[in-house]
Nanobody, 129 residues
Framework: QEQLVESGGGVVQAGDSLRLSCAAS????????MGWFRQAPGKEREFVAA????????YYGRSVKGRFTISRDNAESTLYLQMNNLTPEDTALYYC??????????????????????WGQGTQVTVSS
């Protein structure tokens, strides 16, 4: 059974950095675009970043662009999110997700959480001021 498992969350101070990881089981990781989403208490889940299945194309949410970097290692079936200069507004439960269709890389699909069909359980990031 394919699954995604996030790790790397924690409690940090404003200005600190964290790197999240998402380990994927199964043999199909390399065929799918991947994304990171987050949900803060009382707010809707929002798009953070996405990466094409080959890793050559990336997209970012407006609030994280320039501070976060998404990457992937297809040989290790692992997705990453490097988060720098964290602020209290970045506090949320962070999810990784796999796009529902293989070999899709269009921006509309990668930014749309409804196009993702496999989700991890989430990892909590808390940033104190």
């Amino acid at each position: 059974q394919e699954q995604l498992v996030e790790s790397g969350g924690g409690v940090v101070q404003a200005g600190d950095s964290l790197r999240l990881s998402c380990a994927a089981s199964g043999r199909t990781f390399r065929n799918y675009a991947m994304g990171w989403f987050r949900q803060a208490p009382g707010k809707e889940r929002e798009f953070v970043a996405a990466i094409s299945y080959l890793g050559g194309v990336t997209y970012y949410g407006r609030s994280v662009k320039g501070r976060f970097t998404i990457s992937r290692d297809n040989a290790e079936s692992t997705l990453y999110l490097q988060m720098n200069n964290l602020t209290p507004e970045d506090t949320a439960l962070y999810y990784c997700a796999r796009l529902g269709n293989a070999h899709y890389s269009g921006e509309y699909y990668l930014r749309n959480q409804n196009k993702y069909s496999l989700w991890g359980q989430g990892t909590q990031v808390t940033v104190s001021s």
